[in-house]
Structures are given as structure tokens and as C-alpha cells.
């Protein structure tokens, strides 16, 4: 047994199998590929890797299955050989799904046009990782269905823990790592609470994860912490910028986006890789983000459902005075999801409450009003083309005529 501290989790354990693991290529890779992408340009101690992360997955997933067989009430593990070889799947499953990541994450997948999923699938393929999973007496495909939300019904449960909509051991890690190396206060939530509360209940025949009902706070403190992280940081406008100048600058540096196709020739690069190549970039992008040049500023923010109307003036109020030189960011996000491919009306979260399951929207009213859609949207002009005064005129001469 080997033992790793971490800030967040602190002491993790691991077997002699699961450090072999980390020790194949591509998981020591995920040391090179930064958890938070460019947000480190807005909040400087943002540096944690997706490594680092991986662990943390595997520490919250282990308390989280510890959990549910302490309170293992209706026989959801036929016996201690069934809890030991959940577990073990669960645990190389987690340290597993971010594997499949390129450099810089989502501006990579966009350059390059293929998911991590699909690349997940390529890495558990070489002969590498069959090898360490092998030892570990662990299927590769049940890996690869519980890290794309594609395993089946016996494996519900698991799923939820690794790939879930709503109680997935990745989103409890992400989110108190996040904050801690942000300093978003606001991000963090009741892990505690939350971990000890959660559950398998029987959602019509078959085992679905959910949460006590004295846990409903902390599930509250979780889909809060969720939207401050998206409001504070993922969507910073910083970070959205500079990711912008990103993929910009990834489209310069492989012109033939197929070349990465192979897996040898996709796991070669990550984020060192690509800014050390983009110190030698001649482009506008690349110089950009070398010298932290902030090539786009935010001539206006609407984070209002109802502000579209205005967003959409703006918008066009700014291209007609600025042609070529307005770029409008827009992204929402599901505060509290429903899993997927689910029937209209059934629960979400289920929730153990004194007048038995109940779907988490109606245990809680706070749930239930962040169960929607949230939204952030921004008007960037580029810096060195538009007088920002003037941009940020016209955007509120738009926003007022759009309110009449």
C-alpha cells in the first residue's frame, strides 16, 4: 500500500496494482494537462493537474462506496467478493476518466474534432493499458462504459459515481479542488455531509444512487457551489478570452488536425508541449498568449435569462459599428441535471425523507428553483480595432431600447 498526501483529501491510498497504473504513460501524461486549462492567467495559483484530480476522484468515490456498504440495508452487494470487485473497477475508473483529454481540454477538441470519449476508448486499447488494468482484474470496457456513461444496468450505480449527472465522485473532487487552488471561497460545499448521506435506493426494480434525507442541505451546498464556480470561474471572462486566442493559436499550429489522429501521435503533445512550440509561433494568437496579451476586452455581460433580448441588440448593434471585430460569447449550463435518456417525470436525485423517495426538486425548493438553465453571455471586441468606451456606449443604448 502506498500512501499519497493531498491538500484536499489528504492521506490516499493506493495498491501495488493502481500505482503500476499511474505509472503507465499516459496517466503520468495528466501531469502535463492543467485541471483548470488557462484559468491559472486569471487566478494565478490555478496550476492543479488533471493527475492530481484523478486522485482526488478516486478518494471521494472510495468514501463515497464505503458509504453506501456501511448502510447497505437491502442487499445491493451480494457479499464482500461483490463489494471488492466494485470497488476495484470504481477506482480504476476514476483514476481513469480524464485519460482521453487532449492539451488544454475543450479548445483542443474543438480544433481537432474528436472527444475525449473516443479517445478514451483508443487509450484503453493499447496493449499498455490492458496490461495494468489486467492486474488490477479489471475489464477494460466496463472502464470504458462507466468513464462515457455507456455501462450497463447492473453497473447504474458505479456510473453515477463516475460519469453521473448529478453525484459523480469527478464533480465532488473538481469542485473543492477548483476552489482550493482558486480561492473561491463560495466554490466549496458539505462534502462531508454530502458523502456520509448518499444511498442506494430502488428506483422501479433497479438500483439508483441518491441521498439521504438529512443530507438535502448538503446536496443544496453542492448544486450552489456548482453555479459560483461556473459564475466565478470557469466562465471568467478572462479565461473565455484567452481560451478564444487559444484555439486560434492550436488552429496555426496543426494546420493538418488529422496528423494527431493516431493515439502515439495525440498522447506526444500536452499543455508544456504546446506552449513551448508556441514560443516560436510568428502569429498574432500564439504571441498573445505568450505575452498574456489580452487581444479581446468585454464591452457588456448579460448573465439574465431574460437579458437575451438585450444580448442580442447589442450584439448586433456592435457588429454594425465594428464588422469583423465583435466577438459574442455565449454559454449555459444545467444546474442540476436530470441523467440522461431518462423517462419525463422520473426523479433526478431520488432523496429518503420521512414521507419516503422523493425527487430531489420537491425536498428541496431551493433544487427546484436551480433545476433550470443558467446563463452567461459576453461581448468581446478586439482591444487594438474598437474604442472600448464607444463599444460599451453603444451596448447600452442597445440593452436600453431592447428593455422598452
Known amino acids: 500500500m502506498k500512501r499519497i ?38 487566478f494565478p ?31 445491493y452487494f451480494a457479499d464482500s467478493r461483490d ?71 447492473h453497473l447504474a450505480v458505479l456510473q453515477e459515481l463516475v460519469s453521473g449527472p448529478n453525484l459523480d465522485a469527478d464533480r465532488m473532487d473538481y469542485l473543492l479542488r477548483d476552489a482550493y487552488f482558486t480561492g473561491v471561497v463560495n466554490g466549496r460545499y458539505d462534502a462531508e455531509q454530502l458523502l456520509v448521506s448518499l444511498r442506494v435506493y430502488d428506483r422501479s426494480g433497479r438500483p439508483a444512487l441518491g441521498v439521504d434525507g438529512r443530507g438535502i442541505v448538503a446536496l443544496e451546498s453542492f448544486v450552489l457551489a456548482r453555479y459560483m464556480m461556473f459564475a466565478t470561474v470557469y466562465f471568467h471572462h478572462t479565461t473565455r478570452m484567452f481560451e478564444r486566442v487559444l484555439q486560434e493559436a492550436l488552429g496555426e499550429l496543426w494546420p493538418e488536425p488529422r496528423a494527431l489522429d493516431p493515439v502515439a501521435a495525440f498522447l506526444a503533445w500536452d499543455d508544456f508541449r504546446v506552449m513551448d512550440a508556441l ?46 471585430a465583435v466577438w459574442a460569447d455565449a454559454q449555459e449550463q444545467l444546474m442540476h441535471r436530470l441523467p ?25 425548493d431551493l433544487i427546484d428553483r436551480l ?13 487594438d480595432e474598437v474604442p472600448i468606451a464607444a463599444a460599451r456606449r453603444i451596448c447600452r443604448d442597445a440593452s436600453t431600447g431592447a428593455r422598452r
Not at 497504473?21 to 492567467?41: E, H, I, S, V
Not at 419525463?344 to 425527487?359: M, Y
Request: aromatic share 6%; charged share 25%; net charge neutral.
Open 5 to 42: 498526501f493531498d491538500p484536499v483529501h489528504h492521506f490516499i491510498e493506493l495498491d501495488a496494482g493502481e500505482i503500476a497504473l499511474l505509472d503507465t504513460a499516459p496517466m503520468q501524461r495528466l501531469r502535463r494537462l492543467r485541471q483548470l486549462g488557462l484559468a491559472y492567467l486569471a
Open 45 to 75: 495559483a490555478a496550476e492543479h493537474s488533471r493527475f492530481s484530480h484523478a486522485l482526488g476522484a478516486l478518494a471521494a468515490g472510495e468514501r463515497a462506496l464505503a458509504t453506501l456498504r456501511a448502510h447497505d440495508d437491502d442487499g
Open 83 to 153: 463489494y471488492e470487485a466494485q470497488r476495484r473497477l470504481l477506482r480504476a475508473s476514476l483514476l481513469l476518466h480524464d485519460v482521453g483529454h487532449g492539451p488544454f481540454s475543450h479548445a483542443c477538441e474543438a480544433v481537432l474534432g474528436r472527444s475525449h470519449e473516443t479517445r478514451t476508448r483508443e487509450i484503453l486499447e493499447t496493449d499498455e493499458m490492458r496490461r495494468a488494468l489486467g492486474r488490477l482484474g479489471v475489464d477494460p470496457l466496463e472502464v470504458l462504459g462507466l468513464v462515457t456513461g455507456t455501462a450497463p444496468p
Open 279 to 324: 514560443r516560436e509561433a510568428t502569429g498574432a494568437s500564439g504571441r498573445a498568449l505568450r505575452s498574456r496579451d489580452k487581444r479581446y476586452v468585454v464591452a457588456a455581460e448579460f448573465n439574465a435569462e431574460r437579458d437575451l433580448a438585450s444580448f442580442e441588440a447589442s450584439q448586433a448593434a456592435l457588429e454594425a459599428a465594428f464588422p469583423g
Open 340 to 364: 440522461l435518456g431518462i423517462r419525463p417525470g422520473t426523479a433526478s436525485v431520488l432523496v429518503g425523507t420521512s414521507h419516503g423517495l422523493e425527487d430531489a426538486r420537491h425536498a428541496s
Open 371 to 383: 433545476s433550470g438553465k443558467a446563463f452567461w453571455r459576453k461581448l468581446f471586441v478586439r482591444r
